[in-house]
């Protein structure tokens, strides 16, 4: 009896963990008419994402990964790939951070704030709802610091498949840089990403899950 009350919590604990894991296959569009796919996963202990992007003559990805808790996401590892090759890329260990292009020579340098590539900022904010005051934002190329960041929060009722949703959009401004980011009540992926700097502008609008 025992034995089996044993085999009856292994099983019941087993799937309640399999229920707690996430992987999400999202298409994006973009303004630059040329479509994005962003594999993310996670099982409630680390997390995994790969962000390609159809760039004529070049295959682009975006690929991070790290931990994450019930507050936090914590990236490690960033990478920059084009055509299969590193173009530049991040490692996180502590308080130190190695960085940059891979043919120019990697940097070293003391990091005392969190850092994230884009992705795994918009990840932070659909799953937490929230951002460090201060973090750090790479492209693996270079360190952008976003201090006394104040995220504000926006909430509106749309439609969506004829049914009325709640859609939270969360604004920010740091360091020149323009951010927004927008999903649904309930849902924990980003249905919208916005980056301006500059004059240039980036946005990503989801089109569909794929399966």
Known sequence: MKFFKFITALCALTTASLAQAVDYNIKY???YLMPAYVHFSENRTNYAINARINVPLYNIQFISSGTHNSRNFTMFNYKDTRNKNTYALAKINGKQIEYGKVKGGLKKESVSMPVYDLFTMAFQLTYYDK???????TNGKKLYPMNNVFVKKFEQNVNNAG????????????????????????????????????????ELTFSELIK
């Not at 859609?167 to 980011?181: C, P, R």
């Open 29 to 31: 569009s973009s303004n």
């Open 163 to 202: 049914k009325t949703v709640k859609e939270l959009t969360y604004t920010f401004n740091a360091d020149g840089k323009d951010i927004t980011v927008k999903k649904y009540e309930g849902e924990q992926f980003p249905r919208y990403l916005k980056y301006a700097r500059d004059g240039d502008n980036y």
């Open 131 to 137: 951002l460090p005051v201060n973090f750090i934002i």
